[in-house]
Nanobody
Framework: QVQLVESGGGLVQAGGSLRLSCAAS????????MGWYRQAPGNQRELVAA???????NYADSVKGRFTISRDNAKNTVYLQMNSLKPEDTAVYYC?????????????WGRGTQVAVSS
């Protein structure tokens, strides 16, 4: 059984910062790519940022220069540092990780954490 648990969401004013964390736990053999997605009301879920096990990163154009993704492989944790937040960043943020267990290899999702940015 594998679980991804996000934390760090909340309400912040425009221009502020938040740091999201996502910890993976359970019968994990290996974690490959990890990432953050977000979904605003009425919108599809979209990729915000991703990071490989080797540390290569990829960002949505809308967050480049403002958000930074990182990971601590020893803690099975991925982070998203969000600076210069804008009202349009308001969404539920979901953690995603491609995880190998002794049984299978597949993507796992967290339950999400709400980020609200007021103008």
């Amino acid at each position: 059984q594998v679980q991804l648990v996000e934390s760090g969401g909340g309400l912040v004013q425009a221009g502020g910062s938040l740091r999201l964390s996502c910890a993976a736990s359970g019968s994990i053999v290996r974690i490959n790519d990890m990432g953050w997605y977000r979904q605003a009301p009425g919108n599809q879920r979209e990729l915000v940022a991703a990071i490989t096990s080797g540390g290569s990163t990829n960002y949505a154009d809308s967050v480049k220069g403002r958000f930074t993704i990182s990971r601590d492989n020893a803690k099975n944790t991925v982070y998203l540092q969000m600076n210069s937040l804008k009202p349009e960043d308001t969404a539920v943020y979901y953690c995603n990780a491609f995880i190998s267990t002794w049984i299978d290899r597949r993507p796992y999702w967290g339950r999400g954490t709400q980020v609200a940015v007021s103008s």
